[in-house]
């Protein structure tokens, strides 16, 4: 029996499925939903209190032109390259730039911008001369738990050695493939759309305009996200290691 393309769609349609775009999420392996899923029995009991003097760090790259992703348009047949029906690309999204940053229940730290390519030398100068300063600016002096992710220079040996002879409070065994459970990843986000409202036309006012949209977060928002900690554990929880909705 041949049945039309459009048929199947109204039967799919029926049940309730419909045609989305797939969610965007980072590739999580069996090892990988393994080590989520340690980390977060590990921390099932930790309460917002405890996370809340955990600092958390992280690397971001912001682009001179932030896109939009696929922009839908409805035209006639030959006006595909109308001014109205074109949507303008910048090869590489001309350059970006990379900050480190760091935040807490406290509020947002020191925001460094990172030159070239981070390396282990480079990851350990960031620990000396950003985030200890944060950690005494927050009012945690050495009381606090530094965390990262796994990312090559942040786990280098002479990055470890650095730690150990430093007795540098690192919150062990985060994740990788992880970024659901890191707060500042919402800070990110909530920088790249402050960015879009904010005209720059080269890397300095780009710098600027990040610095100001860093030093706008609010502690409200960064305890809020902090409060949050516990359901993104358990979330991680239910999921048995696997995707979740943060």
Known sequence: ???????????????????????????????????????????????????????????????????DGPLFVRRRPGEELLDSCVQSTVKFQGGGIMVWGAMSYRGTGLLYHVKGNLNDAGYIKILQECAIPTAHLLGYGDDYWYQDDGAPCHRARIV?????????????????QSPDINPIENLWHDIKLDLKRRLHHNYRELANNLRDCWNSVTTERCQTLVRSMPMTIQAVLVAKGGHTKY
């Not at 050695?161 to 990788?176: K, R, S």
């Open 1 to 67: 029996m041949n049945v039309s393309n459009s048929t199947v769609r109204r039967r799919l349609h029926e049940v309730g499925l419909q045609g989305r775009r797939a969610t965007k999420k980072p590739l999580l392996t069996p090892k990988h939903r393994e080590k989520r899923l340690a980390f977060a029995k590990a921390h099932s009991d930790w309460t917002w209190v405890d996370w809340s003097t955990v600092l958390f760090t992280d690397e971001s790259k912001y682009s001179m032109f932030q896109t």
């Open 160 to 176: 470890k050695d650095w730690q150990l002879e430093n007795d540098f409070p690192c919150l062990e065994n985060w994740p990788p």
